[in-house]
């Protein structure tokens, strides 16, 4: 079983290698095959996700992707690689968990259109840029049954089965209007769930200062991709939050952080998002004792106070990844 690893960009590498240390450790069987993509790559090559990448990514059981660095000016022939992989991967969803005190709520995100989907265009004046949303019934129902389903399984360990579907179909009538009507459709479907719905902003408020109040919420991409943001404050910051981007047969695992490169290269990196990652790959695997053996590993190094600077600690990135290390040499 492949697992191709992508470590990108600024502090990827740093923290995919402590990523994959531990991977190794826990899964010994599987076989990790790197690969290149990012902004250093298409400097270098004038590609950012080049044909060889994407062919070990399809012949991969999954992905764990570091971090790419992409500017934010126009720059011909660039498209950002993980956006081009979820939809050449048709990676339709995107699941991210927030856990802290007191709260405990999934942000699923539709992955493959919306204003991500690249249709961008300079009028001939140069005066007015204009950007196409795209929002399909097809794409709209199948991350609402995504939603509805993974709600239903968080009821039969105790959670509400509490569906919040959050929108601004008050002004996008057209695009957010159809993703309303076919959510509520879906959910006629689950009658043992319940559901609400929000306007993105006030979502947003709620999710600031109310965030227990969420179980599972459902959305389109660009307010998922900013919700997300929003809601991983309450459960320690980017350093640790990671996400999954789920299709058919195949998933690709990444922390939300970003590139970083302000502190890439200083060693001062929380490799706990990359490591996050590996605890939801070998859920996904099925191989859940060895998730959760990761999973205690990584609480009990934050318990002793051995963290980085992002969080409140002194340790550098190979410090807490030795101690992770270390607490894995235990027998669970």
């Not at 126009?74 to 802290?100: F, H, K, M, Q, W």
Request: some cysteine; charged content about 20%.
């Amino acid at each position: 079983m492949n697992i191709c690893v992508i470590p990108g960009d600024g502090i990827g590498p740093e923290v995919m290698a402590v990523a994959t240390d531990a991977l190794r450790r826990l899964a010994p069987d599987l076989t990790l095959v790197e690969a290149e993509a990012g902004w250093g790559v298409f400097q270098r090559t004038g590609t950012a996700l080049p044909e060889t990448t994407l062919a070990i990514a399809r012949q991969a059981t999954a992905i764990l992707f570091g971090a790419v660095a992409s500017p934010s000016y126009p720059v011909p022939g660039y498209r950002s690689p993980i956006v081009e992989l979820r939809r050449t991967l048709d990676l339709y969803a995107n699941i991210r968990p927030t856990t802290g005190p007191g709260v405990d709520l999934v942000i699923v995100r539709e992955n493959t259109e919306d204003l991500y989907s690249g249709r961008e265009r300079l009028e001939d004046d140069g005066n007015t840029a204009i950007a196409e949303r795209v929002i399909t019934r097809n794409a709209s129902a199948r991350i609402v049954r995504t939603a509805c389903e993974l709600a239903r399984t968080r009821q039969t360990t105790g959670h509400p089965g509490k569906v919040t579907i959050v929108h601004k179909a008050n002004v996008l009538r057209v695009s957010d209007g159809l993703f309303r009507t076919v959510a509520f459709e879906i959910a006629a479907d689950y009658p043992e769930l319940s559901f609400e719905e929000r306007l993105v902003d006030v979502a947003a408020m709620q999710l600031a200062a109310q965030p227990q109040r969420f179980d599972v919420i459902v959305t389109t991409n660009l307010f998922g991709d900013i919700l997300s943001d929003i809601a991983c404050i309450h459960g320690g910051g980017l350093g640790v939050a990671a996400s999954s981007n789920l299709g058919q047969d195949r998933a690709l695992f990444e922390p939300v952080h970003g590139a970083a490169p302000d502190i890439a290269g200083r060693g001062i990196a929380n490799p706990t998002a990359a490591l996050n990652c590996v605890v939801m790959l070998l859920d996904w695997l099925n191989r859940p004792q060895a998730a959760d053996h990761l999973q205690r590993a990584i609480a009990a190094v934050a318990t002793a106070g051995i963290c980085t600077p992002d969080v409140g600690g002194e340790a550098t990135t190979r410090e807490v990844a030795d101690a992770i290390l270390e607490q894995l040499t235990i027998q669970p």
